[in-house]
């Protein structure tokens, strides 16, 4: 062989060697990035990406992606302090909302006592229903911002969900009753027993049940399986895929829902998750089905 074709051969191994060495690098420093951005992205923290690299175009790469970084905990941090300002501001208003109700109510009382002609009496009645509407929704504004404002109170212990369901059910009987229906109960007689907090399971059932009086059709079922699954099922033509993709949201309401808050669910998704459980909505052949897993 000439020597010639031998120095060709020399040089071209000694680039392949140097190319594959680059390239193996090239590989550890995205794998390295990937890792340290999952957990940048996972874990609060303020430090950024790091690098033992001298490749000027990885170097830009991990650049770019800190100052994404940092950009993203800039809107975290204005989020959370939205959100607790926010929370406040629903305590502030439902505190300040309950003394001129108070107020009022008083008033009404007082007003009761007096002679009035039946038109008036008309009137006193439209305006003692709008007042209770009104402390229906302060207290319910009050009780999300308990809620999402801490996580003390909650106490793990042996919950029977059986029981609990059944206790929901028979509490809020009457309200079904006065809508025309009749709840269809599916509880197995083996106790399905989950540690959970106990008050926030039954506000849990409480949230969905009224969330049935507001939207069904006439019907209610609610079954119970032993792996722990609960699901609430009624038929309703007031809600679409998009209405029920939006239920858990916070402040969501549908045309039909003029005296709530829209925080019932969202209340019950908070807590469930509080409790390890996980809720879902979905929308099958008319039907609206809330499924509740512990």
Same mark, same amino acid.
């Given at each position: 062989?000439?020597?010639?074709?031998?120095?060709?051969?020399?040089?071209?191994?000694?680039?392949?060697?140097?190319?594959?060495?680059?390239?193996?690098?090239?590989?550890?420093?995205?794998?390295?990035?990937?890792?340290?951005?999952?957990?940048?992205?996972?874990?609060?923290?303020?430090?950024?990406?790091?690098?033992?690299?001298?490749?000027?175009?990885?170097?830009?790469? +991990?650049?770019?992606?800190?100052?994404?970084?940092?950009?993203?905990?800039?809107? *975290?941090? @204005?989020? =959370? %302090?939205?959100? $607790?300002?926010?929370?406040?501001?629903?305590?502030?208003?439902?505190?300040?909302?309950?003394?001129?109700?108070?107020?009022?109510?008083?008033?009404?009382?007082?007003?009761?006592?007096?002679?009035?002609?039946?038109?008036?009496?008309?009137?006193?009645?439209?305006?003692?229903?709008?007042?209770?509407?009104?402390?229906?929704?302060?207290?319910?504004?009050?009780?999300?911002?308990?809620?999402?404002?801490?996580?003390?109170?909650?106490?793990?212990?042996?919950?029977?969900?059986?029981?609990?369901?059944?206790?929901?059910?028979?509490?809020?009987?009457? +309200?079904?009753?006065?809508?025309?229906?009749?709840?269809?109960?599916?509880?197995? *007689?083996? @106790?399905? =027993? %989950?540690?959970? $907090?106990?008050?926030?399971?039954?506000?849990?059932?409480?949230?969905?049940?009224?969330?049935?009086?507001?939207?069904?059709?006439?019907?209610?079922?609610?079954?119970?399986?032993?792996?722990?699954?609960?699901?609430?099922?009624?038929?309703?033509?007031?809600?679409?895929?998009?209405?029920?993709?939006?239920?858990?949201?916070?402040?969501?309401?549908?045309?039909?829902?003029?005296?709530?808050?829209?925080?019932?669910?969202?209340?019950?998704?908070?807590?469930?998750?509080?409790?390890?459980?996980?809720?879902?909505?979905?929308?099958?052949?008319?039907?609206?089905?809330?499924?509740?897993?512990?």
């Amino acid at each position: 062989m000439e020597p010639f074709l031998i120095v060709v051969i020399i040089i071209l191994t000694a680039v392949i060697v140097i190319m594959a060495v680059k390239i193996f690098n090239m590989q550890r420093s995205m794998d390295s990035i990937t890792e340290e951005l999952k957990q940048k992205i996972s874990i609060d923290t303020n430090s950024l990406i790091t690098l033992n690299t001298v490749d000027k175009h990885i170097r830009k790469l +991990a650049s770019e992606l800190n100052k994404e970084l940092q950009l993203l905990r800039k809107e *975290e941090i @204005k989020y =959370i %302090r939205g959100n $607790d300002e926010l929370q406040k501001a629903i305590v502030n208003i439902s505190h300040d909302l309950r003394t001129p109700l108070t107020a009022i109510s008083g008033y009404l009382d007082l007003l009761e006592q007096e002679e009035k002609s039946n038109e008036a009496e008309q009137y006193l009645e439209v305006i003692r229903d709008r007042i209770e509407v009104l402390k229906s929704l302060t207290e319910e504004l009050f009780r999300y911002s308990v809620v999402t404002s801490t996580t003390d109170g909650i106490c793990l212990e042996d919950v029977v969900i059986n029981s609990e369901i059944e206790s929901a059910i028979a509490g809020m009987y009457g +309200a079904f009753v006065e809508r025309g229906i009749t709840p269809e109960i599916v509880i197995p *007689e083996e @106790k399905v =027993i %989950r540690k959970l $907090d106990r008050r926030s399971f039954q506000r849990i059932c409480a949230n969905i049940l009224s969330n049935a009086l507001k939207y069904s059709d006439g019907d209610l079922t609610v079954e119970l399986k032993t792996n722990g699954e609960i699901l609430f099922a009624n038929k309703t033509d007031r809600l679409d895929a998009t209405d029920v993709g939006k239920l858990f949201d916070r402040f969501f309401t549908v045309e039909n829902a003029h005296y709530s808050t829209g925080l019932g669910l969202s209340i019950a998704k908070l807590l469930t998750e509080r409790n390890g459980g996980t809720i879902g909505a979905e929308l099958k052949d008319g039907r609206l089905i809330i499924r509740v897993c512990f």
